[in-house]
């Protein structure tokens, strides 16, 4: 049996980029202006007050995360295309991360300074006693049930090489039916899955960009205006699509409903 080499492996890449282009074709032509949004948005952050009040390193923080989000949505997109789904989560757990953080922080802004450099935040919890602030507190006010159902036991666990991450490179139902896929596989279940989390975590940047960002967003070009309605629109259309299709897909939306 020939063993697979690195030119195999480019081949495979070519294959599977090939599908990603058919499949789900509206997403191949609106991915590029979901990203092409985000990276004119930043250009309408508005001005942020001193970085040395509340509100000032508030906006800095958030200025700072979504100067990131279209490059990594960008890397996303493009290990989604060559058959990368397992690497593309990575990235994906790390977006939903930022933005549970901006959706806490905006309730409590004398945090960030802690959070933003991850040193101990104390806070109290429901008894009134003192306890260090974690990821889980976070998502758990943010949006209740994402942390478990998602960003804790899927995108966690696939992170960490827990169970979920074995259908990225291995296929069959049992160990006598199993085998492994070697090179850059095209695979409907876990392509899926890569779709709808960029496209759920894409709208939920987008649709906050306003709240984070008032004053700049209300400076926004008719132009961009008009591409960001657009691209809004047709992203809830896409989730709503899901949900009307795969009923299941309903309770994993509902645990994102506080990202609203």
């Known amino acids: ?29 609106k991915g590029p202006v979901i990203i092409d949004t985000l990276l004119q948005l930043n250009y309408f952050t508005g001005k942020g007050e001193d970085i040395k009040t509340v509100e000032g390193e508030f906006h800095s923080f958030c200025f700072h995360q979504y100067i990131q989000i279209p490059y ?23 977006l939903f991360e930022r933005l549970a ?17 991850n040193k101990p935040t104390i806070i109290l919890d429901k008894k009134g006693k003192k306890k260090r602030l974690t990821i889980k507190d976070i998502f758990e006010e943010v949006s ?9 036991k899927l995108l966690s666990g696939i992170l960490h090489g827990g169970g979920a ?22 695979d409907e279940k876990p392509a899926t899955y890569i779709v709808n989390n960029f496209i759920a975590v894409s709208f939920y940047f987008l649709y906050n960009f306003p709240k984070f960002f008032p004053n700049g967003f209300s400076d926004l070009e008719s ?11 047709w992203l809830k259309g896409g ?7 795969n009923l299941k897909s309903v309770d994993w939306y509902k645990t994102m409903e506080g990202f609203f």
Not at 9 to 15: A, I, K, Q
Not at 72 to 94: D, K, M, P, Q, W
């Open 165 to 186: 991450s074995i259908m990225f490179r291995v296929e069959g139902k049992n160990n006598e039916e199993r085998s492994i896929k070697m090179g850059s596989i095209w």
């Open 223 to 233: 132009d961009l205006l008009f591409q960001y309605i657009g691209i809004i629109d």
């Open 72 to 94: 990594s949505l960008r890397a996303v997109f493009i290990l989604y295309n060559l058959g990368y789904f397992h690497e593309a989560t990575f990235i994906i757990r790390h």
């Open 144 to 152: 209740p049930g994402f942390y478990d159902i998602n960003y804790g």
């Open 1 to 29: 049996m020939k063993r697979m080499d690195y030119n195999d492996l480019l081949e495979s890449e070519s294959r599977t980029k090939g599908y990603a282009n058919v499949y789900l074709k509206g997403f191949a032509d």
């Open 101 to 117: 953080k901006m959706k806490y922080l905006i309730n409590h802004k004398d945090q960030t300074s802690t959070v933003w450099i």
């Open 239 to 245: 989730m709503d699509d899901h949900k009307r299709k």
